[in-house]
């Protein structure tokens, strides 16, 4: 019901005919300070924060707070040493309280780790740059303050409630996850909107407005059997061994998983005479011989679906498929805690994407269709989703997230600027 009085709220706004002088300011200010935006931009992509590198966090944590301080927002920074991550960082600026309080999502953190051999910004001509995080999440965050200085400069902000939340795991997350989350939920709980500052997703040229994402949960399949000399594999006393109840498994998942939104991918599988994972569960040790019946058999993999309910009913049929047990064998499935939950679409989160669309109109540009959600990862948003409406993707463009010559195109940021700044003044009068 929240969602849809919201939707109504949105829908009945009237459509700006033209940009107001305040808007105009906006505009102009956004322009003006492109070549600041870039030294931002270069500034914290040159500090390393992969998301193990705890102090890199933190001092990327501390160039946000001095941007965000002179803006009039009250900035503090949440430790997360018991989720084994640096923090987050927490900045609120308090509005006359008249329109939607409205939560920014961004992350301080990247994949790239202090050993990574891609560390630099790098200019690319006049129109690009590359550097580890340029795109997810600092061009983002370049964007989410080139937005707050020009509706400051403009005298929008000053009205406007905002709370911005910074994590500091976002590409790792800290456990227990109810604890590297609690902040940005509470946040979430204060707000009408969230607005997330990853990055902005295009297809054939055209820029593309995101309302929804799927989740990610990661699962572990442990199957075991009798073990033995391989001449009596099948027999009665003997059994399947734990091999085949493995794969009898995870060709059933093929078989029976499949639906629209849904994915679930198999990453590792070891099994053997022994079969060890390490610590984090990205490697594996096995032994094994052909003349031995294997009574240890694992695999790993990922879930992601568009819908905790969704994601829920998936779960509960992996859970029977892995139920059903050959001869002579047992399994069981665990999901690891951690997972992140999925944005579905709503009409609220539509009605802001229109929202946004007549910010487009009254700027010239283009109107921004609805993203396929299989289209976007997993992300922060979908840990709020449930509570309020929202957009994804008003950061930079880019190419090559995660991967070595990660690129930004540096003019989507005054672009998105401009929209960001905009859509925050209007929802501030709301």
């Known amino acids: 019901m929240r969602f849809l009085l919201l939707a109504l709220a949105l829908l009945a706004t009237p459509v700006q005919a033209k940009l107001s002088p305040a808007e105009q300011r906006i505009v102009r200010t956004v322009e003006a300070e492109q070549d600041r935006t870039v030294a931002l931009l270069e500034r914290l992509v040159n500090q390393n924060s992969g998301s193990l590198n705890l102090p890199g966090v933190e001092a990327v944590g501390r160039m946000m707070r001095a941007e965000l301080e002179p803006l009039g927002f009250t900035v503090r920074w949440v430790p997360m040493a018991e989720t084994g991550r640096a923090g987050h960082l927490v900045a609120t600026h308090r509005g006359d309280g008249r329109g939607k309080r409205m939560l920014l999502i961004g992350h301080l953190d990247t994949v790239f780790e202090p050993d990574s051999p891609f560390q630099r ?17 600092k061009g983002g965050m370049a964007v989410m ?9 403009a005298g929008t902000l000053r009205r406007a409630d905002i709370e911005i939340v910074l994590t500091g795991d976002e590409e790792d997350a800290g456990a227990p996850i109810a604890i590297a989350r609690r902040d940005l939920v509470a946040a979430a709980g204060r707000a009408d909107v969230a607005l997330d500052f990853e990055g902005l997703a295009r297809e054939q040229g055209r820029d593309m407005g995101s309302i ?49 939104n849904l994915t679930f ?43 905790l309910e969704q994601q829920e009913r998936v779960m509960a049929k992996m859970r029977d498929i892995v139920g059903r047990h050959l001869a002579g064998t047992e399994a069981e499935i665990a999901f690891d805690d951690g997972a992140y939950p999925p944005m579905a679409p709503t009409e609220a989160s539509r009605a802001l994407l229109a929202r946004l669309n007549r ?32 957009l994804i993707g008003l950061g930079a463009a880019g190419e090559r997230s995660h991967a070595p010559g ?14 960001a700044a905009i859509l925050m003044t209007r929802l501030s009068r709301d």
């Open 359 to 390: 910010v487009n109109r009254d700027l010239g540009l283009a109107e921004m269709g609805e993203l396929d959600p299989l289209k976007r990862g997993a992300g922060d948003i979908g840990f709020v989703a449930h509570l309020l409406p929202g």
């Open 265 to 307: 991918n198999v990453g590792l599988v070891a099994g053997g005479a022994t079969a060890e994972l390490d610590r984090n569960g990205i490697r594996a040790t096995v032994t094994g011989k052909t003349n031995i019946v294997p009574p240890l058999a694992i695999a790993r993999g990922d879930l992601r679906a568009l819908s």
């Open 406 to 419: 990660e690129t930004v195109d540096l003019a989507t940021l005054p672009r998105q600027a401009k929209r």
């Open 121 to 137: 910004f790098v200019r690319k001509g006049p129109g690009a740059a590359e550097g580890p995080g340029i795109v997810d999440d």
């Open 145 to 153: 303050v080139a937005a707050l200085r020009a509706m400051h400069a």
């Open 212 to 260: 929804a994402r799927r989740g990610s949960a990661s699962w572990t399949v442990t199957a075991r059997g009798r073990t033995g000399h391989s001449s009596g594999i099948f027999g009665p006393s003997m059994g399947n061994g734990a091999i085949y109840e493995l794969a009898r498994i995870l060709a059933a998942f093929r078989a029976e998983l499949p639906e629209p």
